[in-house]
Protein backbone atom coordinates (compact mmCIF):
# COMPACT_ATOMS: atom_id res chain seq x y z
CA UNK A 1 0.00 0.00 0.00
CA UNK A 2 2.96 2.33 0.35
CA UNK A 3 5.48 2.42 -2.63
CA UNK A 4 8.81 3.99 -1.22
CA UNK A 5 11.69 4.83 -3.61
CA UNK A 6 15.29 6.36 -2.23
CA UNK A 7 17.82 8.01 -4.28
CA UNK A 8 20.91 10.21 -3.87
CA UNK A 9 23.57 7.73 -2.87
CA UNK A 10 26.75 7.63 -4.41
CA UNK A 11 30.93 7.32 -3.73
CA UNK A 12 32.49 10.48 -1.54
CA UNK A 13 35.46 10.83 0.02
CA UNK A 14 35.16 11.54 3.60
CA UNK A 15 33.80 14.73 4.92
CA UNK A 16 31.84 14.97 2.17
CA UNK A 17 28.24 15.38 2.25
CA UNK A 18 25.49 13.50 0.41
CA UNK A 19 21.72 13.93 0.68
CA UNK A 20 19.20 10.90 0.15
CA UNK A 21 15.98 11.35 -0.84
CA UNK A 22 13.08 8.85 -0.56
CA UNK A 23 9.94 9.22 -2.42
CA UNK A 24 6.25 7.50 -0.95
CA UNK A 25 3.04 6.82 -3.26
CA UNK A 26 0.45 4.79 -2.59
CA UNK A 27 -2.82 4.41 -0.96
CA UNK A 28 -1.68 5.92 2.61
CA UNK A 29 -1.36 9.67 3.39
CA UNK A 30 2.51 10.33 3.64
CA UNK A 31 1.25 13.64 6.22
CA UNK A 32 -0.13 10.75 8.83
CA UNK A 33 3.05 8.15 9.44
CA UNK A 34 5.99 8.27 10.59
CA UNK A 35 9.11 7.71 8.67
CA UNK A 36 12.80 6.47 9.28
CA UNK A 37 16.62 5.69 7.98
CA UNK A 38 18.21 2.48 8.45
CA UNK A 39 21.39 1.30 6.91
CA UNK A 40 23.18 -2.04 6.48
CA UNK A 41 26.87 -2.65 6.03
CA UNK A 42 28.35 -5.99 4.40
CA UNK A 43 28.66 -8.47 7.84
CA UNK A 44 26.19 -6.59 9.76
CA UNK A 45 23.10 -6.44 11.27
CA UNK A 46 20.66 -3.44 9.89
CA UNK A 47 20.84 -0.50 12.42
CA UNK A 48 18.84 2.92 13.06
CA UNK A 49 19.97 5.89 11.84
CA UNK A 50 16.80 8.49 11.56
CA UNK A 51 13.53 8.79 12.08
CA UNK A 52 11.12 11.71 12.21
CA UNK A 53 7.00 11.77 13.14
CA UNK A 54 4.32 12.59 10.58
CA UNK A 55 4.61 16.81 10.47
CA UNK A 56 8.47 16.58 11.27
CA UNK A 57 8.29 18.07 14.87
CA UNK A 58 9.78 15.59 15.94
CA UNK A 59 13.13 13.99 14.96
CA UNK A 60 15.58 10.87 16.67
CA UNK A 61 19.19 10.06 15.72
CA UNK A 62 21.60 7.28 16.30
CA UNK A 63 24.83 8.48 18.50
CA UNK A 64 26.59 7.55 15.70
CA UNK A 65 25.20 9.80 13.38
CA UNK A 66 23.93 12.62 15.64
CA UNK A 67 25.17 16.28 14.69
CA UNK A 68 26.20 15.07 11.27
CA UNK A 69 22.94 13.60 9.67
CA UNK A 70 19.66 15.81 9.41
CA UNK A 71 16.55 14.29 8.59
CA UNK A 72 13.31 16.66 7.07
CA UNK A 73 10.27 15.31 5.12
CA UNK A 74 8.09 17.50 2.84
CA UNK A 75 4.69 16.03 3.33
CA UNK A 76 3.81 18.10 0.16
CA UNK A 77 6.01 15.81 -2.02
CA UNK A 78 5.38 13.15 -0.45
CA UNK A 79 9.51 12.93 -0.04
CA UNK A 80 12.09 12.36 3.37
CA UNK A 81 15.36 13.36 2.81
CA UNK A 82 18.34 12.45 4.60
CA UNK A 83 21.26 14.76 4.49
CA UNK A 84 24.56 13.55 5.46
CA UNK A 85 27.61 15.73 6.09
CA UNK A 86 31.08 14.92 7.18
CA UNK A 87 30.51 11.45 6.16
CA UNK A 88 33.24 9.12 7.49
CA UNK A 89 34.58 5.49 6.40
CA UNK A 90 32.34 3.81 8.57
CA UNK A 91 29.18 5.18 6.97
CA UNK A 92 29.59 3.09 4.53
CA UNK A 93 26.13 1.21 3.90
CA UNK A 94 22.99 0.51 2.04
CA UNK A 95 20.55 2.99 3.39
CA UNK A 96 16.83 2.31 3.17
CA UNK A 97 13.98 4.83 4.16
CA UNK A 98 10.60 2.46 5.71
CA UNK A 99 7.68 3.60 6.29
CA UNK A 100 5.46 2.77 10.02
CA UNK A 101 2.29 3.37 8.84
CA UNK A 102 0.81 2.29 11.81
CA UNK A 103 1.72 4.85 14.08
CA UNK A 104 -0.72 7.61 12.96
CA UNK A 105 -0.53 11.04 13.74
CA UNK A 106 2.48 10.21 16.81
CA UNK A 107 6.10 10.06 17.30
CA UNK A 108 8.43 7.92 15.86
CA UNK A 109 10.69 4.61 16.60
CA UNK A 110 14.13 3.11 16.68
CA UNK A 111 12.94 -0.32 16.17
CA UNK A 112 13.17 -1.77 12.27
CA UNK A 113 10.48 -4.31 12.77
CA UNK A 114 8.08 -1.83 13.42
CA UNK A 115 8.17 -0.44 10.35
CA UNK A 116 5.62 -2.02 7.69
CA UNK A 117 7.25 -0.60 4.22
CA UNK A 118 10.77 -0.57 2.47
CA UNK A 119 12.53 0.81 -0.20
CA UNK A 120 14.87 -0.64 -1.78
CA UNK A 121 17.93 1.10 -0.63
CA UNK A 122 20.88 2.82 -1.89
CA UNK A 123 24.08 2.39 -1.94
CA UNK A 124 26.43 4.84 -0.06
CA UNK A 125 30.08 4.44 0.12
CA UNK A 126 32.83 6.89 1.65
CA UNK A 127 36.42 6.62 0.98
CA UNK A 128 39.33 7.25 2.86
Known amino acids: QVQLVESGGGLVQAGGSLRLSCAAS?????????MGWFRQAPGKEREFVAA????????GYADSVKGRFTISRDNAKNTVYLQMNSLKPEDTAVYYC????????????????????WGQGTQVTISS
Open 52 to 59: INYNGGST
Open 26 to 34: GRRTFSTYA
Open 98 to 117: AADVRRLYSGWTESWAEYDY
